[in-house]
């Protein structure tokens, strides 16, 4: 009789979950291993509570999204995807709805759902789960991997599965532990930087911003003067600078030009969808009367933006429309069309969405996620080099690549 291989699984996020159902359902005999008091504290809080689990592109997408090392998790796709994971979550109770952009989330709206869901599928395939205890190390009998050291302990395995996360929102547990373990075995790490953050912007006037959210409005990044990527739809203000789906999209293309003391400068269109001259002769049409120029682009904008536009176009409050110069008018127009905000820095990584850098992807066999350093360890989730944009795209990174490394970590 074969002997029950026994795979231990490390961090009971996204990726720990379906790593240690998948491994228990190929009959492994499977431990996952959690340092908080209860499982997925970081699944809680994503998409708002809500949870976008996923996203309706296809696997080609996917890959292009993951862009430079997209085609590292083709595989990992192509063995468990979006149909897979909604069937897991299917047959747990979860029913799952398609919302714009392509963006998948329970039916019900609350992450707490799909935590549940995935919990009852890992328990029912046997999964035995231990909360409250921290792997501190990884254990190591002569050059083999023999389990893992825990606060006041050590547990056996044949194969250990690093599903840590990254380092970011370290309060739900992700401290980025991963990355000392995997070094601890020879692995290199590639600095963990902020990926979908918030960007702080040099103008003072946002503070008097923070809080407003506009829908349906273009953000373009400008690259030491060059216009580099365009996203369309909700941003946010926040008390130092930019934030929101379209901001935290682009801030993946920006860091690294940050960081590489380039200029960097975020225009937003407020009306994307009417073009300049289109926008021109509406103001023309609609700018007579006995009207002050504030009320009137209350018509426009929210109430707290309209302040803010009176002072970039030198304005005054109470000047009636029908005296706005044709001068004025454009610079309005302007203003609309193109208003812009020089971007000093990004938030800290404690506040990022997702973690860029990590166990480079050129160190983890792509075809089961094991490491090439060390036979019988294996990496699921955000602890790897990767990171995707917003609309699901790092969830289903997390589920499959936790899919297959449980699979192969469970296969003699
Ligand atoms: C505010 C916010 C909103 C988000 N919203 C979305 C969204 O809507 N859609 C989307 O696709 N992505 C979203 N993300 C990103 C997504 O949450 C992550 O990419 C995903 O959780 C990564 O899964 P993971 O399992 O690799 O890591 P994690 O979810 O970080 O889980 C790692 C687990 O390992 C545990 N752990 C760490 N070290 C140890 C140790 N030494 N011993 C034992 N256990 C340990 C941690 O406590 C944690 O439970 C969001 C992220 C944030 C912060």
């Known amino acids: 009789m074969s002997r029950l291989i026994k795979v231990l699984v490390v961090g009971a996020g996204p990726a720990g979950l379906l790593a240690a159902g998948s491994a228990a359902r190929m009959g492994a005999s499977v431990r996952l291993v959690e340092r908080n008091s ?8 994503t998409g708002k509570g809500r949870c976008n689990i996923s996203n309706t592109a296809s696997v080609k997408e996917f890959v292009q999204a993951f862009a430079p090392d997209g085609r590292f998790l083709y595989r ?14 299917e047959d747990n109770g979860v029913q799952v709805k398609v919302e714009r952009g392509g963006r998948l989330f329970p039916a019900g709206d609350k992450a707490a759902d799909v935590l549940a869901a995935l919990l009852s599928w890992t328990k029912r395939a046997g999964v035995e789960l231990r909360t409250g205890s921290r ?3 990884l254990l190591m009998r002569e050059s083999t991997l023999a389990g893992i050291k825990i606060t006041g302990g050590t547990i056996e395995a044949d ?10 929102y370290p309060r739900t547990g992700s401290t980025g532990d991963g990355y000392g373990l995997a070094a601890s075995v020879g692995h290199t790490v590639a600095v963990p930087t902020p990926s979908l953050v918030p960007l702080v912007a040099q103008e003072r ?8 959210s506009l829908r349906n409005v273009r953000a373009t990044a400008i690259l030491n003067g060059h216009a580099s990527a365009s996203e369309t739809g909700e941003m ?6 930019l934030s929101g789906p379209i901001i935290l999209t682009l801030s993946r293309l920006v860091v ?3 960081a590489a003391g380039e200029d960097v400068v975020i225009s937003i269109d407020l009306k994307p969808a009417i073009p300049e001259q289109e926008l021109e002769q509406r103001l023309i049409r609609e700018m007579i009367g006995r009207q002050t120029i504030k009320s009137y682009l209350r018509t426009l904008l929210p109430a707290r933006l309209v302040p803010v536009f009176m002072m970039l176009c030198k304005l005054d409050a109470d000047k009636m429309i029908s005296h706005v110069s044709a001068e004025e008018r454009r610079g309005l127009m302007h ?10 820095s990004v938030r800290p990584l404690d506040e990022a969405i997702v973690t860029a850098g990590g166990i480079p992807t050129k160190e983890i066999d792509p075809l089961t996620m094991e490491s090439r350093l060390l036979p019988g360890l294996y990496f699921a989730g955000e602890v790897i080099d990767i990171d995707g944009p917003t609309g699901g795209y790092n969830l289903q990174a997390a589920f499959s690549t936790g899919w297959l490394a449980g699979m192969s970590a469970a296969s003699t």
């Open 236 to 241: 946010v203000f926040t008390a130092d600078g």
């Open 205 to 212: 006037f946002v503070r008097d911003l923070e809080g407003i």
């Open 135 to 137: 792997c501190t190390g």
């Open 256 to 258: 690294p030009h940050l």
């Open 335 to 344: 203003q609309l069309k193109d208003l812009r905000f020089v971007i000093s």
């Open 76 to 89: 990992a796709f192509s063995r468990f995807f979006r149909e897979d994971l909604i069937e897991v979550l």
């Open 159 to 168: 194969r250990v599965i690093l599903a840590t996360g990254g380092a970011s």
């Open 38 to 45: 209860s499982p997925g504290a970081k699944l809680l809080i």
